[in-house]
């Protein structure tokens, strides 16, 4: 069990890169075991994400990680979502979580494995 700490936001000290690059490579290995993990049924339950299946958060976790990982597709993502929020009336965070999913919907379950494997720099591909 983790103990609770009452700090002020303001107090917390902010991480260095080698240390952000370490918890980042250990969350995506716990994101990794748990996609590669998967029966076919679980990918389609749905979330605490209204509307959304397992499925469909994978899928907007990946476009997160390309997002992150690539300058020129953060500008494309966030371009494309702005857009849209404009003419939807919508947050702009609402169209870009949108845009991933429906991005990433044409994909098998194993190729948003393999996809998830080749974002985050893992060795395996999936399953």
Not at 65 to 71: F, G, S, T
Request: aromatic share 2%; with cysteine; net charge negative.
């Amino acid at each position: 069990m983790t103990a609770m700490i009452d700090l002020p936001v303001e107090e917390i000290p902010s991480l260095h890169h080698d240390e952000a690059m370490t918890l980042a490579e250990a969350e995506y290995a716990r994101l990794l075991a748990l996609a590669d993990a998967l029966s076919p049924d679980d990918w389609l339950r749905p979330t605490d994400c209204t509307g959304w299946s397992v499925r469909d958060v994978v899928g907007h976790v990946l476009g997160m990680v390309e997002l992150q990982a690539d300058p020129a597709e953060q500008r494309r993502q966030i371009g494309i979502a702005a857009e849209r929020a404009r003419e939807s009336g919508e947050l702009r965070l609402t169209e870009l979580t949108a845009l991933q999913v429906r991005e990433h919907a044409h994909l098998t379950t194993t190729e948003l494995r393999a996809a998830l494997h080749e974002a985050t720099g893992s060795p395996r591909g999936g399953r």
